[in-house]
């Protein structure tokens, strides 16, 4: 039988993943009571209405993210999100934030989703969470990109160093259609290879960013 391993964060009332966007409001659009009427005896039903920003919990980068022109969640190739075999790379001994070409250049990457294993998601729900997190070199997203990734994921607070202003790997990535898949989280419960990896999203126009399920199956 294969095992299932989830590697998303699960999405609560006020949980802030994005320091300065506003934190999902989720709530009752009708109640078990509230239904009580509407169906023969016995039978109750509740719906939930939630207010909740694209970059929340584990989520999905499209090119529509960043570039105007670049498609939705609408042309995503489900070949790129859907049990992709997939490889786990772990840097989470390096010794500086940034996670360069080395960590990657022996691999073989063509069709696969990569997957950056910082164990950074451990800080998630604290300030830490959000200060001095690793992230993935200009050089290492252009290799990755050159060498047929079919899509790069990480457990950190970003694949970007957003000290700045420049976005370097979101643009290079993005760029060329590759999927980003940002706040993963149990990569330690993964081998370096040898399974598969799925994160779909919901099949929405004109956006850009949004959570999905991510977990990865092993034989």
Request: with cysteine; net charge negative.
């Amino acid at each position: 039988m294969p095992r299932y391993i989830d590697l998303s964060h699960s999405i609560e009332e006020g949980m802030v993943t994005y320091k300065g966007l506003p934190a999902p409001i989720i709530c009752d659009w009708m109640s078990f009571e509230k239904s009580h009427g509407k169906y023969a005896e016995g039978t109750e039903f509740s719906m939930q209405w939630i207010s909740m920003h694209g970059n929340t919990g584990t989520y999905l980068d499209v090119p529509r993210h960043r570039y105007r022109e670049g498609h939705d969640m609408c042309g995503l190739n489900l070949e790129r999100v859907s049990s992709v075999e997939a490889l786990c790379v772990n840097v989470s001994a390096a010794p500086n934030r940034e996670i360069g070409l080395s960590w990657f250049e022996h691999l073989k990457v063509e069709g696969k989703a990569v997957l950056i294993r910082t164990d950074w998601s451990h800080k998630i729900g604290t300030d830490a969470y959000f200060e001095d997190h690793p992230f993935l070199s200009r050089e290492a997203a252009a290799w990755l990109r050159d060498e047929g990734a079919a899509l790069v994921g990480i457990d950190s607070f970003n694949i970007d160093n957003v000290d700045g202003g420049e976005r370097p790997v979101h643009s290079i990535l993005l760029g060329a259609e590759i999927p980003i898949v940002e706040h993963l989280t149990n990569l330690a419960e993964l081998p370096h290879d040898g399974f598969l990896f799925s994160a779909v999203p919901p099949k929405i126009k004109e956006v850009g960013t949004f959570p999905v399920r991510a977990h990865a199956i092993m034989d």
